[in-house]
């Protein structure tokens, strides 16, 4: 058995596999280290995240994140519990976050210094109706918004949000005010890297009603954490696999047989053929067609309807703490108002009982402003100096000695970091027959099948493939 593929999704497929006492399969990852957007680096002082660094407290319908972390000994005690225990050193340290604006830092993401009365009673009734949205269910009894998102309700009611904008149902709704605005065109921005005018409503609403966790020693916002950032949850799934993930593997070619599926996999110079009984697709599903050329033409067609979001990550090591502005003190997540970055997280934050010498801020910037395609060129053809300078002004202006204190930038480019989850592209389009494709030697295992990108969605559809290959199994004897 093969799995293409080392990232969360194809990960997770091995480690269902591993613990179904199924050792008999290969992870091939063309990078050279498995994780995908769980990557992290390592400097001499702490780890830090390249991609994804949080997971919020899983409900209780996320079973196989709760599995996963009480296996790593992260959940502690029954992994069905309403409100487990969380080891302490995962949990997000406090202040988790805070937001620049107007030369201050707020405590949390809506900033409350210079709102008027009722702009604040509007963001009260927005949380309150996104709480009242937590809790509603459909007609046919599933929460209008579970994750993973394969959970949710299938109401027609509800689905039929997928052809609006989130900004549109703001609009509709009746949230106009400022902030509100922006902390809806923030959460697109930074789960999606999509503006919310060009995410589907019921995406948006997702964001914000789908998580429903809660655990006995943390407030139900927390979110687990580590200074690099997800890696330690790709590294937990990884290990069941141990030395059958096999990095540095290029697949260039799949053909599908009566028998088996025949794979050319190039490994530097050298092209070798692997056949397998099953094979398990865990990369991005637009690179699908490029490699087996017998796809059916609907699979081709869905796998190429997708567009993706190009990010910027980059991460800097300074000498020593910044500089602070007035307001709310330094925090896990640090997010501004007015820029085109998101802000940037504290690799040492999670330290924060020691006293350190140095830190590593890893900053993040969706490029939602300009067409994908016109993104990817801006990534390719910007020269790294001109990043590093936009990203140093960018943080000068909230820490006036961020050029004094770094020692090194390094740039990450991704130009295919996420499938953007705009109108129409859940229910309403090709998603479902991803999702729902069957093929007697191939499975498909990617957050691209749940349409957006999510810790959750990945494992889930990871955990799914492995399970219907598990049954393949069984059948044929």
């Keep these: 058995m093969l799995i293409v593929g080392g990232g969360v999704s194809g990960l997770s497929a091995a480690w269902k596999l591993a613990n179904s006492a199924v050792d008999d399969f290969l992870v091939l990852e ?9 990557r992290a680096g390592q400097s001499p002082l702490v780890a830090y995240p390249w991609g994804a660094h949080y997971l919020p407290l899983p409900g209780p319908e996320a079973v196989h994140v709760r599995e996963l972390l009480a296996e790593l ?65 459909g007609r046919d ?27 549109q149902w703001l609009t509709d709704n009746g949230f106009t005010a400022p902030t509100v605005r922006w902390l809806a065109n923030y959460a697109c921005r930074d789960d999606y890297g999509t503006a919310s ?37 790709a590294r937990g799934l990884a290990k069941k696999a141990g030395e059958r993930v096999v990095t540095g593997a290029l697949v260039g070619r799949i053909e599908e047989g009566k028998s088996s599926v025949a794979v050319d996999v190039l490994f530097g ?16 599903a637009f690179v699908l067609p490029r490699v087996w050329p017998a796809i059916p033409g609907e699979l081709k067609a869905a796998a190429l309807a997708g567009d993706y979001a190009p990010w910027l990550t980059a991460n800097l090591h300074l000498a020593d703490l910044p500089e602070e502005r007035h307001g709310a003190p330094a925090a896990w997540d640090n997010v501004f ?30 490029l939602h402003d300009v067409a994908s395609a016109e993104g990817r060129r801006l990534l390719m053809e910007t020269p790294r100096e001109a990043w590093a300078e936009g990203i140093l002004a960018e943080l000068e202006r909230v820490h006036p000695d961020i050029r004094k204190l770094t020692t090194r930038l390094d740039v990450f480019r991704n130009g295919h970091a996420m499938r953007r989850p705009v109108p129409g592209s859940l229910f309403h389009g090709q998603r479902e027959k991803m999702a729902n494709f069957e093929s007697p030697r191939i499975a498909l295992a ?10 959750e969605e990945a494992q889930y559809r990871g955990v799914l493939a492995a399970q219907r290959l598990l049954a393949r199994l069984r059948t044929s004897g």
């Design 197 to 233: 005018d060009q995410v589907s409503a019921w995406a948006g609403l997702h964001y914000f009603a789908c998580r429903n966790g809660e655990a006995a020693n943390a407030s139900s916002d927390t979110v687990l954490t580590a200074p690099e950032g997800n890696a330690w949850l």
């Design 30 to 38: 063309m990078e050279s280290e498995a994780g995908g957007n769980s």
């Design 141 to 167: 009894g599933r929460r209008l918004f579970a994750i993973p998102m394969a959970l949710s309700s299938r109401d027609p009611e509800w689905l039929a949000l997928d052809r609006i904008s989130f900004a």
């Design 73 to 137: 000994g992260v959940l502690q005690g029954e992994p069905a519990a309403q409100k487990p225990s969380y080891d302490e050193r995962y949990l997000c340290a406090t202040p988790q976050e805070r937001i620049y604006r107007n030369g201050l830092w707020d405590e949390g993401l809506l900033p409350q210094r210079g709102i008027d009365i009722a702009e604040r009673a509007e963001q009260k009734r927005f949380h309150a109706r996104m709480d009242e949205l937590k809790r509603a269910r």
């Design 337 to 366: 108002y007015d820029s085109p970055g998101l802000g940037y997280v504290s690799a040492t934050h999670q330290l924060i009982r020691r006293r350190l010498s140095g830190t590593v801020l890893t900053y993040y910037r969706a």
């Design 446 to 455: 990617h957050a691209d099948l749940s349409g957006f990108s999510l810790f």
């Design 269 to 284: 110079e050298k092209t070798v053929r692997i056949e397998a009984r099953q094979l398990i697709w865990a990369a991005p």
